[in-house]
């Protein structure tokens, strides 16, 4: 289902509810009641705008969210991208291309390691299979994948490279902890979320909802995990759908998240 290119604007516009809860305050970053403690205190985040894009120039596309990317690691930041669907996901991890070699940390529903479809080789299923042709990515962690939505073919492809996956069913059976034990030792990391990696009945406003997915605690888990056992280097969020989210709970939770992960990537007291 269309709509995810409204997915970065409903982000923005979500995470603007909360900008009143140290209003006043002359402290920066945010108070988590459950660590008891202050997180991104110190930490400076700048919204770097939109990429240009045009959708019937896919190559031209792909070099603007390329180059932007080095940029922003040219200026020594780390970068928090915000989709879109998931094909963009390949033009972002290729501008690492200078730092690597990276690991990469596939948080989905779908394997989206389909070759291509009709000739297309650059769309929302082929995402992983495009990152994994990266010659200095080295391992794959895909979690979170669940039911039909995965061929067969494209999962003993995954398989075939080396790439470690773990279902939703491993994740909820295994908890969190295992599950984190169970991925490859990485050391500097790209994770890539696509939020129907959640239950729909916990995020329903993204294109392909699928049942039996995680839940929020489920997902942040893993984040903060994989931030305190590897560096990240930089994270894209992708897939958030507000025209087939009334309530915009989607983008609510995508605001909350990102900033948790922000929190878990500066965390000094891990580190």
Known sequence: MPGARFGPRAIREASTRYGFNDRGNRTSGYWDVDEERRFLSDVRIVDCGDVDTLYTDFS???????????KILAAGALPAVIGGNHSTTPAVVAAFEALGPIDVVHIDAHIDYRDSVMSVHYFGGSPMRRVSELQFVRHIAQLGLRGWGTREEDYKDSLARGNRIITARQI?????KRTLEEIPKMDRVFVSLDFDVFDPAVV??????????????????????????SE??????????????????????AAWLNLEFLGAIFDRDHQ
């Open 60 to 70: 031209y596309t792909n070099s603007s969210i390329t180059e932007t990317i080095k």
């Open 172 to 176: 909820k059976g295994w908890g969190t």
């Open 204 to 229: 329903s406003g993204v294109g392909s909802p699928t049942p039996g997915g995680l839940n929020y605690d489920q997902v942040k888990d893993l984040l903060v995990g994989i931030a305190r056992q």
């Open 232 to 253: 990240i280097v930089g994270y894209d969020l992708v897939e958030v759908n507000p025209l087939v989210d009334r309530t915009g709970n989607s983008a609510v939770t």
